[in-house]
């Protein structure tokens, strides 16, 4: 079972960069490619981004290529994002996702979610 653990959320300003964090068990954690999603009030939740389990590979929904980064560590058994130019429309939960699979993280489905932290932009 891989244990995900999101923090780093909180009320922000629009324009202002925010990193999220999510730690995840240490036992399983490096063999698993990792995702980032984020739900807003009222709507689907939303893939954004995802890594390789080794942490070469990235992939990123387009709306937010340039702005948002996921990057790991897996001797800290942790991965982050980094949310640049924060927007309104940035204001939602967000979740890491864990799956063999970095397809099925893209694709909206894996295996493993954390219960999310909560981003709110102000603007």
């Keep these: 079972q891989v244990q995900l653990v999101e923090s780093g959320g909180g009320l922000v300003q629009a324009g202002d960069s925010l990193r999220l964090s999510c730690a995840?068990?240490?036992?399983?954690?490096?063999?698993?490619?990792?995702?980032?999603?984020?739900?807003?009030?009222?709507?689907?939740?939303?893939?954004?981004?995802?890594?390789?389990?080794d942490g070469n590979s990235t992939s990123y929904v387009d709306s937010v290529k340039g702005r948002f980064t996921i990057s790991r560590d897996n001797g800290k058994n942790t991965v982050w994002l980094r949310i640049n130019s924060l927007k309104s429309e940035d204001?939602?939960?967000?979740?890491?996702?864990?799956?063999?699979?970095?397809?099925?993280?893209?694709?909206?489905?894996?295996?493993?979610?954390g219960q999310g932290t909560q981003v709110t932009v102000s603007s």
């Design 24 to 53: 995840g068990s240490p036992q399983t954690f490096r063999t698993y490619a990792l995702g980032w999603f984020r739900q807003a009030p009222g709507k689907e939740r939303e893939f954004v981004a995802a890594i390789r389990r």
């Design 91 to 113: 204001t939602a939960v967000y979740y890491c996702a864990a799956d063999p699979f970095l397809r099925k993280i893209v694709a909206g489905s894996p295996v493993y979610w």
